[in-house]
């Protein structure tokens, strides 16, 4: 028991991990996305990769919790890369779609609402909190959005803008569910 705690602990501290690389071939995904849709127009290999940067991102997933590969690189890289990759594309789907830039700010301020809080949480308690389950569906409604509008490149208005409002009400709702969460943590931690 003793020697499963110190692989545990080990496996926190490595860098050099599979979710790692992976995590980081995500990150070197990002201009290969934003040159394929804005470079050249050529939409179709912009969402083939967008669903391979996501393939690559449930499997990181998936071989750090099964293999015990989780590392403290990995809680910080992993989201770093899936906000990255969803922010280029959003920036990517408003050179077709303006109205694009409202998920795309919601998103920005979500997520620096997160980074901010989450480390005034870490520095007060030490933990780190995963994803909840309105943060989880945030993101695949903005994934969904961004792959229909990445290859239905003829998408009717009324779906368009049902897709953005349904991400953009739902980041929302994450967000007010997360800040709820995070501030009481903080004020109790204060007292």
């Not at 770093?80 to 990759?85: G, P, W």
Request: proline content about 3%.
């Amino acid at each position: 028991m003793h020697s499963e705690a110190n692989k545990t602990n080990d496996a926190q501290h490595k860098i050099i991990t599979i979710p790692n690389i992976l995590s980081f071939f995500r990150l070197c995904l990002i201009p290969v996305i934003i040159w394929l849709y804005i470079g050249k127009e050529n939409y179709l290999w912009a969402g083939i990769v967008l669903v391979l940067s996501g393939a690559t991102d449930l499997a990181d997933g998936f071989i750090a919790r099964h293999f015990h590969m989780i590392s403290d690189l990995g809680k910080v890289l992993d989201p770093v890369a899936d906000k990255m990759t969803q922010a280029a594309m959003l920036f990517c789907l408003c050179t077709r779609f303006p109205l694009m830039i409202v998920p795309l700010i919601l998103m920005v301020v979500k997520e620096s609402f997160m980074g901010i809080s989450g480390l005034l949480i870490i520095r007060k308690t030490g933990g780190v909190f995963g994803a909840d389950w309105h943060g989880k569906a945030a993101t695949v409604l903005l994934y969904a959005t961004m792959i229909i509008h990445v290859f239905w490149y003829q998408v009717p208005v009324l779906v368009s803008d049902l897709m953005m409002g349904a991400s953009s009400l739902m980041i929302l709702i994450s967000l007010a569910l997360y800040a709820r969460h995070n501030i009481r943590i903080l004020k109790k931690k204060e007292r």
